[in-house]
């Protein structure tokens, strides 16, 4: 079975500064999907980002990039130009390409951000 | 915008009670899932469904079940709600990967539920 570990139960940051939150996943597989969700604070869990096992390039959106790493199994969420409204928490996500449509999720990561 | 609409956000409970959590979503998703949030275990899969009258178990289904009786609709039954079941619980549908869709889920906001 798959596992998403995400190492860091809580990370803080100055605004307007950069942050990393790491994540680490096991498989067997070679196509696959990872994905990032933010949660708000008693708000819904919305998808920030995600990235096809089989792309080299990593994927970006705005403010929000990853580091993809397929040998290492690793896939960071880099987010720059930090601002309040990305205090949240980060759940890291696997999705197997060939088997099943459910979704494997890390135990999030808490980000603070400092004013 | 897909929208996921959970009936109640907050729900308090005794011991022994049955209780249904309700889950509507109005995009056509094939596939539904309840999942449990609890702080440090992230999220964890109790059943998910991927049609209508279809369901499978997932990572922890003791305690609970479900019905899809219609395609935007996703039931979660505790048939007799204990403590331990105390948690954060979070609805999402998805459609079917294929092609460009990479079977993301879309949630609801939660319904938290206490069980006295």
């Known amino acids: 079975a798959q596992t998403v570990t995400q190492s860091q139960p809580e990370m803080s940051v100055q605004e307007a500064e950069t942050v990393t939150l790491s994540c680490t996943y096991d498989?067997?597989?070679?196509?696959?999907?990872l994905f990032w969700y933010k949660q708000p604070p008693s708000r819904q869990m919305i998808l920030v980002i995600r990235?096809?096992?089989?792309?080299?390039q990593n994927a970006t959106e705005n403010r929000f990039s990853v580091n993809f790493q397929k040998a290492a199994k690793s896939f960071s969420l880099k987010i720059s130009d930090s601002q309040l409204g990305d205090a949240a928490m980060y759940f890291c996500a696997y999705r197997s390409a060939l088997f099943g449509e459910k979704l494997t999720f890390g135990t999030g990561t808490r980000l603070t951000i400092i004013p | 915008d897909v929208k996921v609409t959970q009936s109640s956000r907050y729900l308090v409970k005794r011991t022994g009670e049955k209780v249904f959590l309700e889950c509507v979503q109005d995009m056509d998703h094939e596939n539904m899932f309840w999942y449990r949030q609890d702080p440090g275990l992230g999220l964890r899969l109790i059943y998910f469904s991927y049609d209508v009258k279809m369901k499978e178990k997932g990572d922890i289904p003791e305690g609970y079940s479900v019905s899809r009786e219609k395609k935007e609709r996703f039931s979660l039954i505790l048939e007799s709600a204990s403590t331990n079941q105390t948690s954060m619980y979070l609805c999402a549908s998805s459609l079917h990967p294929a092609g460009t869709n990479t079977g993301e889920l879309f949630f609801g906001e939660g319904s938290r539920l206490t069980v006295l």
């Open positions: 498989t067997s597989e070679s196509d696959y999907y």
């Open positions: 990235q096809e096992a089989y792309k080299q």
